[in-house]
């Protein structure tokens, strides 16, 4: 059956009194808006009288349509009936009210006249969205009327609801998706409407939903609507999903423990890696049995946990949500208390090569404290370099040296500590002003040039050498011997020295320029 999409409006215009042929003996008085209430009231008696099809009402600003619904109401006061005036109802006398219904004419829209009676009279019903009200006299009684009017619009095509679905774990913390299936025709806009044992939750405009605690053991439902314009609003709900089941709790793989196992150390039960929200509560364990009292993150050892077995459970807590208690990977065994040792130490010395670098442990406690050494290049240890002197080799040259020095106390367990890091710095050359060209007494296509590349200090392990004809690099030309082409005659020579020594900056040096001429 079509349906009709209707709005519920009053008519100011139609509240006024006039004679009204079901109140005998009815007279106007007291009227408001009298002419334009005639012409609805006309359209009423002429209804009832002739079965005929209501007048349009377009005055009103429903061009085009009838009314459907119109209700005559009738209240016992007169002229006391005033806004905030209220009485019971009760029929006028010689009234017979009945409800009628006419197909409109031309339009297949039903038009339907109804008379109903007031129960009671108030400002809320009165006004302001009742409009203005006038008053009716009869021989012994006064009424006052009220006319209602529902209007009809031209029916709406139909729209094909399609088959909606949702998808996702029904499970607390997860998110549901809403598939609305295919609607026909395509609608311009969806409405999603998600409840949980019937009572609405997420959004209208959301096809999406995460469940909460407040849905554990519910049963969620979705209803799609379809929009477009000309055609009637399509909906389609959902199975009803089972029980949402708890939630399972995101947490930590395993519980760790940070700090120093000795006595007069803190130990720190790490807390990340749990779920946003979660309520955490911790209890340590000494030897497997709770230590009364110690239910925060930290723990600080005691002496008389000394040789005992120290760990900790942290329990997670959110409602809706499976509660998970982590125990920590190892039990750690606390030993005696730890020395006091500096926050860092210090060597002294030039980091150079040849030069010996001395550590300086700075102040230990309590007690005689015995220390032990080991320096490192770069990170790794040095071999045998494990005392509180180190002369830096060859090798050290441009890498970062550190030394670690760590503290030995019988009971008080040990410590170690690193120094900061210093850059070895190579050393240079001196030398390499007397680098020459030895040129042969003859002088001819395929003699040979050679280059002496002076005295240095320190001796150079190997040197390099590079030739130059008229100031430019000749390529290849690498070697001690440089032998001459025809092409040569003329040009002038020289040659740029380079050597190398470990733990020193290479260096060249050049010599004078001399000219051929054969």
Same mark, same amino acid.
């Given at each position: 059956m079509t349906k009709l999409r209707t709005r519920l409006i009053t008519l100011a215009a139609a509240t006024a009194v006039l004679a009204f042929t079901l109140i005998p003996g009815a007279t106007a008085a007291n009227a408001s808006n009298a002419s334009n209430a005639a012409a609805l009231l006309a359209s009423i008696d002429n209804f009832r009288a002739s079965n005929a099809s209501l007048t349009p009402l377009a005055a009103n600003g429903f061009i085009g349509a009838y009314a459907q619904d119109l209700a005559v109401q009738y209240s016992k006061c007169g002229l006391a009936c005033i806004p905030g005036a209220k009485t019971s109802e009760v029929p006028p006398a010689g009234g017979s009210f009945n409800t009628f219904a006419e197909? !409109?004419? $031309?339009?297949?829209?039903? !038009?339907?006249l109804?008379? %109903? *009676?007031a129960q009671q009279w108030g400002a809320n019903l009165l006004a302001p969205n009742y409009g203005s009200v006038g008053y009716v006299t009869t021989a012994t009684t006064d009424y006052t009327i009220l006319v209602v009017a529902t209007y009809a619009t031209a029916p709406l095509d139909l729209m094909r609801a399609g088959h909606v679905t949702v998808t996702g774990t029904n499970r607390v913390g997860m998110t549901l998706t809403g598939h609305p299936g295919t609607f026909s025709p395509t609608p311009t806009q969806f409405t999603y409407h998600w409840t949980s044992n019937g009572v609405t939750v997420g959004s209208l405009n959301s096809p999406t939903y995460t469940l909460v605690a407040g849905d554990l053991g519910h049963s969620i439902h979705l209803v799609v609507t379809g929009i477009k314009a000309g055609y009637q609003d399509a909906s389609h709900g959902s199975s009803n999903s089972?029980?949402?089941q708890i939630g399972h709790l995101q947490h930590p793989t395993r519980q760790i423990i940070t700090g120093h196992p000795n006595v007069g150390s803190d130990l720190v039960a790490v807390t990340t890696g749990w779920q946003s929200g979660t309520s955490l509560s911790a209890?340590? /364990?000494r030897n497997g049995k709770a230590i009364p009292g110690q239910f925060f993150s930290t723990y600080h050892v005691l002496p008389v946990d000394k040789g005992k077995k120290i760990d900790v459970r942290i329990t997670g807590? #959110?409602?809706? /949500?499976?509660?998970? &208690?982590?125990?920590?990977?190892? %039990?750690?065994?606390?030993?005696p208390t730890l020395l006091t040792a500096p926050a860092t130490v210090d060597f002294v010395g030039v980091a150079t090569y040849t030069h010996t670098l001395t550590a300086q442990p700075g102040i230990w406690g309590p007690g005689i404290v015995h220390f032990t050494y080991q320096w490192r290049l770069n990170g790794k240890k040095v071999s045998g370099a494990t005392h509180a002197t180190y002369k830096l080799p060859a090798g050290a040259a441009d890498k970062n040296v550190t030394v670690t020095v760590t503290g030995h106390e019988? $009971?008080?367990?040990?410590?170690?500590? &690193?120094? %900061?890091?210093?850059l070895v710095q190579s050393l240079p050359f001196t030398g390499g002003t007397n680098v020459t060209i030895s040129v042969p007494a003859t002088l001819t296509a395929g003699a040979l040039l050679t280059a002496h590349a002076g005295v240095w200090t320190p001796t150079p392990t190997y040197f390099k050498y590079f030739w130059y004809r008229n100031g430019t690099l000749i390529p290849g030309a690498i070697s001690k011997i440089f032998k001459l082409k025809d092409s040569d005659n003329t040009a002038n020579f020289s040659v740029m020295v380079q050597v190398y020594? !470990?733990? *020193?900056?290479?260096? %060249?040096?050049?010599?004078?320029? #001399?000219?051929?001429?054969w």
């Amino acid at each position: 059956m079509t349906k009709l999409r209707t709005r519920l409006i009053t008519l100011a215009a139609a509240t006024a009194v006039l004679a009204f042929t079901l109140i005998p003996g009815a007279t106007a008085a007291n009227a408001s808006n009298a002419s334009n209430a005639a012409a609805l009231l006309a359209s009423i008696d002429n209804f009832r009288a002739s079965n005929a099809s209501l007048t349009p009402l377009a005055a009103n600003g429903f061009i085009g349509a009838y009314a459907q619904d119109l209700a005559v109401q009738y209240s016992k006061c007169g002229l006391a009936c005033i806004p905030g005036a209220k009485t019971s109802e009760v029929p006028p006398a010689g009234g017979s009210f009945n409800t009628f219904a006419e197909k !409109a004419s $031309g339009t297949g829209r039903i !038009a339907k006249l109804s008379l %109903a *009676y007031a129960q009671q009279w108030g400002a809320n019903l009165l006004a302001p969205n009742y409009g203005s009200v006038g008053y009716v006299t009869t021989a012994t009684t006064d009424y006052t009327i009220l006319v209602v009017a529902t209007y009809a619009t031209a029916p709406l095509d139909l729209m094909r609801a399609g088959h909606v679905t949702v998808t996702g774990t029904n499970r607390v913390g997860m998110t549901l998706t809403g598939h609305p299936g295919t609607f026909s025709p395509t609608p311009t806009q969806f409405t999603y409407h998600w409840t949980s044992n019937g009572v609405t939750v997420g959004s209208l405009n959301s096809p999406t939903y995460t469940l909460v605690a407040g849905d554990l053991g519910h049963s969620i439902h979705l209803v799609v609507t379809g929009i477009k314009a000309g055609y009637q609003d399509a909906s389609h709900g959902s199975s009803n999903s089972a029980p949402v089941q708890i939630g399972h709790l995101q947490h930590p793989t395993r519980q760790i423990i940070t700090g120093h196992p000795n006595v007069g150390s803190d130990l720190v039960a790490v807390t990340t890696g749990w779920q946003s929200g979660t309520s955490l509560s911790a209890q340590w /364990y000494r030897n497997g049995k709770a230590i009364p009292g110690q239910f925060f993150s930290t723990y600080h050892v005691l002496p008389v946990d000394k040789g005992k077995k120290i760990d900790v459970r942290i329990t997670g807590v #959110v409602a809706g /949500y499976k509660t998970v &208690t982590l125990r920590s990977h190892t %039990a750690h065994k606390i030993g005696p208390t730890l020395l006091t040792a500096p926050a860092t130490v210090d060597f002294v010395g030039v980091a150079t090569y040849t030069h010996t670098l001395t550590a300086q442990p700075g102040i230990w406690g309590p007690g005689i404290v015995h220390f032990t050494y080991q320096w490192r290049l770069n990170g790794k240890k040095v071999s045998g370099a494990t005392h509180a002197t180190y002369k830096l080799p060859a090798g050290a040259a441009d890498k970062n040296v550190t030394v670690t020095v760590t503290g030995h106390e019988t $009971g008080w367990g040990s410590v170690s500590v &690193t120094s %900061a890091s210093a850059l070895v710095q190579s050393l240079p050359f001196t030398g390499g002003t007397n680098v020459t060209i030895s040129v042969p007494a003859t002088l001819t296509a395929g003699a040979l040039l050679t280059a002496h590349a002076g005295v240095w200090t320190p001796t150079p392990t190997y040197f390099k050498y590079f030739w130059y004809r008229n100031g430019t690099l000749i390529p290849g030309a690498i070697s001690k011997i440089f032998k001459l082409k025809d092409s040569d005659n003329t040009a002038n020579f020289s040659v740029m020295v380079q050597v190398y020594r !470990a733990g *020193y900056d290479s260096t %060249a040096a050049f010599s004078p320029t #001399v000219t051929l001429n054969w």
